[in-house]
């Protein structure tokens, strides 16, 4: 499996855009780049997901470099709300192996008012 | 959608006693996941049913724990006797999975059950 690397921690300023950075250096070329959050005492939240192209939906937008070999998430205006852990999780496309989800220790992102 | 819908919230038993978690997968997903998490060991997947049927169980700790899918909208997850070290947080999570780009890891998770053994 392909390993992560994300910052510890980090701060943003409510309103701000929050960008979240990943590195994934040893990502295959099946393998599918999936952002996650959990906020403190609730269930994983699903964000977004991308192969190689820039993604968007109405939580964030997921921009992959050209190799491949690294990602940001971006929360374009952050608010309190998105106090959390996020986790950046390299996995293949197919279910056929039925891997399990598996989070790394992630980025503690803090909004601050 | 409601999204996935997990009962008790919070169970508290004392241990030797059956605990019985209930989970309502997301309408039209074909993939359901039971997860446990705790601060020790992170998050942990229990079992996976795809079309209701189990697909990996490797996870499940032992014979204690057991867990099923009758139809496409309801699982349970059974603890039978509970014992102290099954204090955790359990999650079901539903996707649509097989065949669907990136979609088997596009987990929609629940609130949780916080299992709590005395």
């Known amino acids: 499996d392909a390993k992560t690397t994300q910052p510890p921690s980090m701060d943003c300023a409510e309103g701000r855009a929050a960008n979240l950075p990943c590195n994934h250096s040893t990502i295959s070329g099946n393998e599918y780049v999936y952002w996650y959050r959990q906020i403190h005492s609730q269930g994983p939240q699903y964000i977004i997901h991308g192969l190689k192209n820039n993604e968007t939906n109405e939580m964030a937008s997921l921009i992959i470099t050209e190799d491949r070999k690294s990602s940001t998430l971006i929360l374009p205006h952050a608010t309190l709300r998105d106090t959390a852990v996020y986790y950046c999780i390299v996995r293949p496309f197919s279910s056929g192996s039925a891997r399990q989800l598996t989070f790394g220790s992630g980025t503690q992102l803090t909004v601050l008012p | 959608d409601a999204g996935v819908i997990q009962s008790p919230r919070h169970e508290v038993t004392e241990m030797g006693q059956e605990v019985t978690l209930r989970c309502k997968p997301i309408s039209g997903h074909n993939s359901l996941f039971w997860y446990r998490q705790t601060m020790m060991r992170g998050l942990e997947l229990l079992i996976y049913f795809n079309n209701n049927v189990p697909i990996d169980d490797s996870g499940m700790p032992e014979d204690r724990f057991s867990a099923k899918m009758p139809n496409a909208s309801f699982s349970t997850l059974k603890i039978q006797p509970s014992e102290p070290r099954d204090s955790a947080v359990y999650f079901c999570?539903?996707?649509f999975g097989a065949g669907v780009a990136g979609g088997f890891y596009t987990q929609y998770f629940g609130p949780g059950t916080r299992l709590t053994v005395l």
């Open positions: 999570a539903s996707s």
